[in-house]
């Protein structure tokens, strides 16, 4: 059975695309067969991959409000064992959409959970709220990976996160777990980062990954020519980092 891991803060810009991408590719490229479901209106993950969203004729908000098949809205991407399933703007509406469907909060995991044996992970980039999206990518997970920027007021929001998680633990999902705390943008140089990392450690102790992804501009130019870093530049620092992040996450050290 597979396992699905969302990647939520609902804090803008602290990587949550860029590791839902870098990070599924680091498993398919082991081997790992990756579903990628891009839950933010914004489409940042499926332009990502290379997508015009433009010329999408259906996406996500086609399985959550008109029943489509995953399959049918899904891509098989240039990456081997990465598909997507894509958003655009359209997605945007669903929120205020499913506010009156029933069991609303749980429409997401049942388009998935078919997916399960077919996929090792479906990983579920979610937009910057906490909104019916991200509830509903909470309670289709087996577990949470919560990205933080090694940046001021790092920890913002994130007490909020979490009680948002206790919710739905008790709610919609009482088997959902931390899958962990991944550290992103670490400047080694700047006393801040260090700050950050050993107040993160503090509060969620092992639970923070020892991964700690540096502050890389190849990982922020990768998009614009809509391909993961660990195609763009597999060498580089920030594609590493992901790597290493993947093999955590397969249990493997
Ligand atoms: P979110 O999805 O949480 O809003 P993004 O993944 O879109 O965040 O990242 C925000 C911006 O920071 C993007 O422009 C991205 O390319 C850039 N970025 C993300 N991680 C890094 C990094 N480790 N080094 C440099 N730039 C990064
Ligand atoms: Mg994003």
Not at 53 to 71: A, F, G, H, M, S
């Amino acid at each position: 059975m597979g396992k699905i891991i969302t990647i939520a803060n609902q804090k803008g810009g602290v990587a949550k695309t860029t590791t839902a991408v870098n990070l599924g590719a680091s498993l398919a490229q082991m081997g790992q067969p990756v579903l990628l479901v891009d839950m933010d209106p914004q489409g940042n993950a499926s332009s990502g991959l290379g997508l015009n969203k433009n010329e999408l004729e259906r996406c996500v908000y086609d399985v959550l409000i008109n029943d489509v098949p995953p399959e049918e809205v899904m891509i098989h991407t240039d990456i081997r064992n990465l598909d997507l399933l894509p958003s655009t703007m359209q997605l945007a509406g669903a929120e205020v959409e499913m506010v009156t469907l029933l069991a609303r909060e749980q429409i997401l995991k049942k388009a998935l959970s078919p997916l399960k044996n077919k996929y090792q992970f479906i990983i579920i980039d979610c937009p910057p709220s906490l909104g019916l999206l991200t509830l509903n990518a909470l309670a289709a997970a087996d577990s949470l990976l919560i990205p933080i920027q090694c940046e001021f007021y790092a920890l913002e929001g994130v007490g909020q996160l979490m009680n948002t998680v206790q919710l739905v633990q008790k709610h919609l999902n009482p088997k959902l777990t931390i899958e962990g705390v991944l550290l992103t943008m670490f400047d080694a140089r700047l006393n801040l980062s260090i700050q950050v990392v050993d107040e993160v450690k503090k509060v969620f102790g092992n639970k923070v990954f020892r991964s700690i992804i540096p502050r890389n501009v190849r990982l922020s130019e990768a998009p614009s020519h809509g391909v993961p870093v660990v195609i763009y530049d597999p060498k580089s620092k920030g594609s590493e980092a992901y790597q290493e992040l993947a093999k955590e996450v397969m249990g493997i050290d």
